[in-house]
């Protein structure tokens, strides 16, 4: 049996990537093992003037519920970050390296220094609308281009199995079960969006998984990507900005325009299909079960304390009978639930 590697003893790693060929056989290296993911080992390594990222997938994952997972995901998330950079403007995903699928490994370029993870930024400062329309154009892009390439990306991103057991189940159908007045809002939503075969859907498309590097968003973790509903990223994304509006009353009016921002940035880019019948009102409806999901499901936002997460609770339960139609009426039902 092959011995184990793992990332974080970092010798082990300097070694493997050396027998790789990824790093000059001499000469320095320094390691840092990078916080803030829940799933994965994330190490960066940096030799004179090149810094690599590698991560390795997790079995069980870093949350308080036991929550398991195949770290074959890590390759899913390889195949993702080489697709992305043909399927988005340049400099949007870090450069691909290497794969390894003996230790379920990713190498990847490190998006350089300086730079920040957006969720932190955002949390700081409040939104910037530059940020907010890249991060719009961003995803109408990569909707747009993959719905022209629908074809072959369907074979080839067609598995859905991780957005099952990564999005489905701990999220949406973990709410349901504590939120008997949402489970047939949701039970509903989750069968529609089975059904729905448009686009590349990221499935992790949250600003905890940008960093702004030179006033650019770049986009990490890929391994929930998909060929599927492209209202779920709308859903999954809008929901750390009413998340934000609650939590920080001093920036709340500009989070709530920054939803409206967004969405007319997304428009713009995802083109006609945007404006196609029943888009935005699932868009809105994925919100809704986002929103409660980060409160009641597996991967609760971290920064809401007991009573935000009632708020939030409440607003879901108040809009779910009669959600409203499109995304600046729910920016408006939700802003007027908070000033409430
Ligand atoms: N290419 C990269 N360059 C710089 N930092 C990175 C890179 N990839 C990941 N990171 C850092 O590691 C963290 C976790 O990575 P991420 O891909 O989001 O993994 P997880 O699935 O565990 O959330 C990121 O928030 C970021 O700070
Ligand atoms: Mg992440």
């Known amino acids: 049996m092959t011995e184990t590697l793992n990332i974080e003893r970092t010798a082990d790693l300097v070694a493997w990537l050396r027998g790789r060929g990824r790093l000059a056989a001499n000469g ?28 390795q997938a997790l079995a069980r994952l870093r949350v308080k519920d036991d929550w398991f997972a195949d770290p074959r995901r890590v390759h899913r998330e390889a195949l993702g970050l080489r697709r992305l950079a043909e399927l988005t403007p340049p400099g949007s995903v870090p450069r691909f390296v290497d794969e390894d699928h003996e230790h ?15 969720k932190v930024r955002l949390l700081r ?72 075969q448009e686009t590349l859907v990221h499935g992790d498309y949250s600003p905890k998984n940008v960093l702004v590097h030179d006033g650019r968003l770049v986009l990490l973790d890929h391994e929930v990507i998909h ?17 934000k509006a609650l939590h920080r009353p001093a920036q709340r009016e500009r989070f709530l325009e920054a939803v409206g921002v967004y969405w007319e940035e997304y428009s713009a880019a995802a083109g006609s299909p945007a404006k196609a019948d029943g888009l935005e009102a699932r868009a809105v409806r994925h919100t809704l079960a986002c929103l409660l999901a980060r409160v009641d499901g597996r991967s609760p936002l971290e920064y809401l304390d007991e ?12 809009l779910i009978p009669c959600p409203p139609p499109d995304i600046p009426g729910l920016a408006r039902a939700v802003g007027e639930r908070l000033a409430g």
Not at 28 to 34: M, R
Not at 227 to 243: A, E, I, W, Y
Not at 307 to 318: G, H, I, N
């Open 28 to 55: 320095p290296v320094e390691c840092a093992v990078l916080a803030g993911g829940v799933s994965n080992r994330t190490v960066r390594v940096t030799q004179a003037d090149r810094s690599l990222v590698v991560k």
């Open 104 to 118: 379920h490994l990713l190498v990847m370029e490190a998006v350089p220094e300086p730079h920040e993870n957006w």
């Open 125 to 196: 400062e409040g939104p910037d609308p530059d940020h907010v329309r890249q991060f719009g154009r961003l995803l109408g892009t990569l909707h747009a281009r993959s719905r022209a390439e629908a074809g072959e990306l369907r074979e080839v991103f067609g598995d859905r199995s991780f957005f099952e057991s990564l999005r489905l189940e701990p999220y949406y159908r973990r709410a349901a079960e504590r939120q008997p007045r949402a489970r047939g809002f949701i039970d509903e939503l989750i069968a529609e969006t089975r059904g729905i």
């Open 227 to 243: 060929f599927g509903d492209p209202t779920f990223d709308l859903g999954f994304s809008l929901t750390h900005f009413f998340g």
């Open 307 to 318: 009573t935000e997460r009632a708020v939030q609770r409440q607003v879901v339960l108040d």
